[in-house]
């Protein structure tokens, strides 16, 4: 029933909760039109299902109208001279250029164009993407506690973050467990408590958050989503304090997926089905 998927501190939506879109058609049309400040989402699939690819759009599709996007990434390194898949993926965004051309290159071989091209993508809307790279030795073992110190730090700039992006959830908890010497059979708990305070932290500091979770199927052969009551069952924990739960995963090797809503804004049960372009 509704009540195993709505915690009693979740706030119901008001009139006078403004209700942020995606900006992307098939989120806001399946989402029943974006999040209100302080929700939380959770995306959960198989590996190479796409929720990367979802966060990545998301954050870029918050730049391009001038809203800055908080994307902390505990999974794939970004350095500096090797364009790495999470940087390849905005690179592709900002210009349309094939991702191929990006795939493990050191920047000083890309032609001038390309530079060109991502260089005036930055000055038009680099400053809104605040890409955080969480894999690197000396971060990422704060936790929640992290996240909210980075969200003030890039207030004190005069940021102001309207998302905030956890790719992923599991591996975040485990550097933070890793940090307090905690043993595995805690790893459920301890989601469940990030996801807990991730959502307690979006909403008092009223910025919305997406939290991106790997889900592996029964299947091994299969990136398929799994059957929806199966799907809400395993991010029933996960999904309890988040306003919207997703579930996604690639059907074929041209980008087409589908995307399962689980709960929907309004913090109703959905069995909404979707086949979408990733």
């Known amino acids: 029933d509704r009540a195993s998927f709505m915690h009693p501190d979740t706030p119901l939506p008001t009139e006078k909760m403004i209700l942020r879109p995606f900006n992307i058609l098939y989120l806001d049309k399946i989402s029943g039109g974006g999040m209100h400040d302080g929700d939380t989402a959770l995306f959960v699939g198989p590996s190479g299902g796409g929720k990367t690819l979802v966060g990545t759009h998301v954050a870029w599709a918050k730049a391009l109208v001038g809203e800055h996007a908080l994307y902390l990434s505990y999974e794939q390194a970004m350095e500096n001279n ?9 690179y592709t965004l900002a210009t349309g250029i094939d991702r191929k051309v990006f795939d493990n290159v050191d920047f000083a071989t890309l032609s001038p164009t390309i530079l060109q091209q991502l ?31 980075i969200l003030q730090q890039e207030r004190r700039q005069e940021n102001n973050p309207t998302i905030i992006v956890v790719d992923w959830l599991q591996t975040a908890v485990s550097r933070f467990m890793a940090s307090q010497q905690m043993k595995d059979t805690d790893t459920t708990q301890q989601m469940e408590a990030f996801a807990r305070d991730f959502a307690q932290m979006c ?29 809400a069952a395993r991010c029933k924990s996960l999904g309890f304090y988040c306003r919207l739960c997703f579930g996604i995963a690639r059907l074929n090797e041209d980008n087409i997926g589908k995307m399962v809503c689980t709960k929907n804004t309004a913090g109703d049960l959905k069995d909404a089905h979707q086949i979408v372009r990733l």
């Open 119 to 149: 260089q005036s993508a930055r000055e038009r809307f680099g400053r809104f993407l605040l890409p955080y790279d969480m894999s690197r030795e000396n971060c990422g073992f704060g936790g929640v506690a992290e996240i909210k110190s």
């Open 203 to 231: 909403r008092d500091e009223k910025v919305n958050g997406l939290l991106l979770q790997q889900l592996e199927t029964a299947s091994s052969r299969s990136r398929t989503i799994e059957a929806h009551h199966t799907l």
């Open 82 to 90: 090797i364009a790495s898949d999470l940087l390849v993926r905005f």
